[in-house]
């Protein structure tokens, strides 16, 4: 069994910073791609950042400048370094993983509160 935990979230007030973390557990043998989504009240969820396992990253237009995707491969980890946060950053933020010879892996999300 996989299992992906996020941690990292919480209340910040607008130009703060956070950054999450999400580490994967159990039987792994590579993860390829980890990716930060959101999901905030009443709309869709969208892809925020991602990250190869070679370290190629590609981003939101919305938070490109802001945000950082980094991974730490012998860690199993992603993070995401959050800068300059606006209140229309604030969602419930989902990390997925592919992870070779199991498939696609969903974090039960951390939530991040940007006040104004």
């Known amino acids: 069994q996989v299992q992906l935990v996020e941690s990292g979230g919480g209340l910040v007030q607008a130009g703060g910073s956070l950054r999450l973390s999400c580490a994967a557990s159990?039987?792994?043998?590579?993860?390829?791609?980890m990716n930060w989504y959101r999901q905030a009240p009443g709309k869709q969820r969208e892809l925020v950042a991602g990250i190869t396992s070679g370290g190629l990253t590609n981003y939101a237009d919305s938070v490109k400048g802001r945000f950082t995707i980094s991974r730490d491969n012998a860690k199993n980890t992603v993070y995401l370094q959050m800068n300059s946060l606006k209140p229309e950053d604030t969602a419930v933020y989902y990390c997925?993983?592919?992870?070779?010879?199991?498939?696609?892996?969903w974090g039960e999300g951390t939530l991040v509160t940007v006040s104004s």
């Open positions: 159990g039987i792994i043998f590579k993860i390829n791609a």
């Open positions: 997925n993983a592919d992870i070779s010879r199991r498939g696609y892996y």
